[in-house]
């Protein structure tokens, strides 16, 4: 258990990052995470005052606070009318429906954890971060930075025409992925994202004109595989992952081509 | 800090420590039924209704209940002992460690989710473990009793 000496009901942006700038203090998010380890903080800085727990929707795109809940996002109708319902796909398959009501995105997306269906699938929808000072940049690129003393204040997808799919694999429900892959596709753009690498999710870019063909398909499997770096941890070896990679993948693909997700 | 929040409807009044987990006030106020199946907010065993949501309270500091409402099991008796029923009939359990978080977890569904099928319910109950069953006795009783349910009320 992490202990805190303060908990500080932060009454503005300008208060929480001030405060998040001593290493012996912290954000909290839904405390998920930070409850399986052992670090002592002095103030704990609470976010939930400031209005970041709704979703905005306006016509060119979502608006997430980092207070909303991954069930809040999961089970948000305008979300799931987009990107062929891929979002509460990924979500609904992390642990059970009582983590998903606590855990945040500001806390989950912050953490940039190497297993997160969510990074992997925001990715996909080229999605990005509004920090407090940084300003705005694309989570592919937030993702790649080491955690700094920044608030994530909301997530933004935009609403665009975007085709997507989600899958992974889990060796029993509500386990971490052993691997998880999202594949996007605008226009002639393609999107494919691979985390539970077990390493943070990464994401490689292509251009296929028209309906990709087999050998289309083959190109970006043998891209993927020999360009994104696999590894071995207790869930999986290098080799598996590569394997189940190129299997993902080709549901994600064949997925798209039906139609969307999975 | 101070804090002030209701559990099953009745008022509380308390200063508890800013890292004092959920979980743990509870029972020091006596409620038993909410317990701790693990430490790596898996097993649902803690489950509670914050605001009508359920939550696990292993992992939910205590002052972010301040001024809100809390239900556990000793507040949903009726409800309780309906579900234990079916559970009882369909012999679904053995230790009976998970029931109480089982229980509030199939009531937060049936308040939640309008006629669910067995995905759904198998996708709403996964954050709860067992580890004496194969669930599918749950499966079988959670079915009987929200038909019953739907049926009471026609
Ligand atoms: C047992 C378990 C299993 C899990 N399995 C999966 C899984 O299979 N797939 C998956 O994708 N995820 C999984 N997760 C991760 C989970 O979905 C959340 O991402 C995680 O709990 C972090 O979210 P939180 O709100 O709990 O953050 P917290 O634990 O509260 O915080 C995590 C970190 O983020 C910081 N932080 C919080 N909010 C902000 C903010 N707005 N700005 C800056 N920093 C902030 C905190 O200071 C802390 O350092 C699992 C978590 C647990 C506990
Ligand atoms: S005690 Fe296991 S999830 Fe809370
Ligand atoms: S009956 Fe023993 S844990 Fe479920």
């Keep these: 258990m992490f202990t805190i000496n303060q908990y500080v009901l932060a009454e503005s942006l300008e208060q929480a990052y001030a405060l998040n700038q001593s290493r012996i203090n912290v954000i909290l998010g839904g405390t998920l995470w930070l409850k399986m380890g052992r670090k002592k903080f002095n103030k704990a800085i609470d976010l939930s005052a400031l209005g970041l727990d709704t979703i905005e929707e306006d016509e060119d795109q979502f608006k997430i606070g980092c207070m909303c809940t991954l069930r809040q996002v999961e089970t948000h109708q305008g979300l799931d009318q987009h990107f062929d319902g891929v979002v509460a796909k990924a979500l609904e398959s992390i642990v059970g429906v009582q983590l998903r009501n606590g855990a945040t995105v500001g806390g989950t997306l912050y953490s940039r954890f190497g297993f997160s269906d969510v990074l992997t699938v925001l990715m996909a929808l080229d999605a990005s971060v509004e920090r407090?000072?940084?300003?705005?940049?694309?989570?592919?690129?937030?993702?790649?930075?080491?955690?700094?003393?920044?608030?994530?204040?909301?997530?933004?997808?935009?609403?665009?025409?975007?085709?997507?799919?989600?899958?992974?694999?889990?060796?029993?429900?509500?386990?971490?992925?052993?691997?998880?892959?999202a594949v996007s596709k605008l226009e002639d753009q393609w999107a494919v994202v691979i985390g539970a690498r077990p390493g943070r999710a990464r994401r490689i870019m292509f251009t296929v004109a028209g309906t990709p063909s087999e050998e289309n398909i083959q190109s970006i499997v043998e891209t993927v595989r020999g360009s994104i770096p696999f590894g071995t941890n207790l869930l999986g070896s290098a080799a598996y992952r590569r394997i189940l990679a190129e299997v993902l993948l080709r549901r994600n693909i064949e997925a798209i081509l039906m139609g969307g997700a999975q | 800090m101070i804090i002030n929040l209701w559990i099953n409807d009745k008022e509380f009044m308390d200063d508890v420590a800013p890292d004092k987990m959920l979980l743990d006030y509870l029972r020091s106020k006596g409620f038993f039924s909410v317990k701790r199946g693990c430490e790596t907010s898996n097993?649902?065993?803690?489950?509670?209704?914050?605001?009508?949501?359920?939550?696990?309270?292993?992992?939910?500091?205590?002052?972010?209940?301040?001024?809100?409402?809390?239900?556990?099991?000793?507040?949903?008796?009726a409800e309780a002992l309906e579900i234990g029923g079916f559970m009882a009939d369909e012999g679904a359990e053995q230790c009976g460690f998970c029931n109480p978080g089982f229980i509030m977890n199939v009531i937060a569904m049936k308040r939640e989710l309008k006629d669910p099928g067995e995905d759904q319910i198998k996708k709403y109950l996964m954050g709860n473990l067992c580890r004496c069953s194969g669930y599918m006795g749950q499966l079988r009783a959670i079915k009987k009793y929200l038909a019953a349910e739907k049926e009471g009320a026609q």
Excluded: W
């Design chain 1, 132 to 181: 407090y000072k940084g300003g705005i940049v694309s989570l592919a690129d937030y993702a790649a930075m080491r955690p700094d003393n920044d608030i994530l204040v909301r997530v933004l997808i935009k609403k665009d025409p975007r085709r997507a799919s989600y899958s992974c694999f889990r060796k029993s429900a509500g386990d971490f992925p052993v691997l998880n892959c």
């Design chain 2, 43 to 77: 097993c649902g065993m803690c489950t509670v209704l914050l605001d009508g949501k359920p939550v696990l309270s292993c992992s939910t500091l205590t002052v972010r209940a301040n001024g809100k409402h809390i239900a556990t099991l000793e507040g949903l008796q």
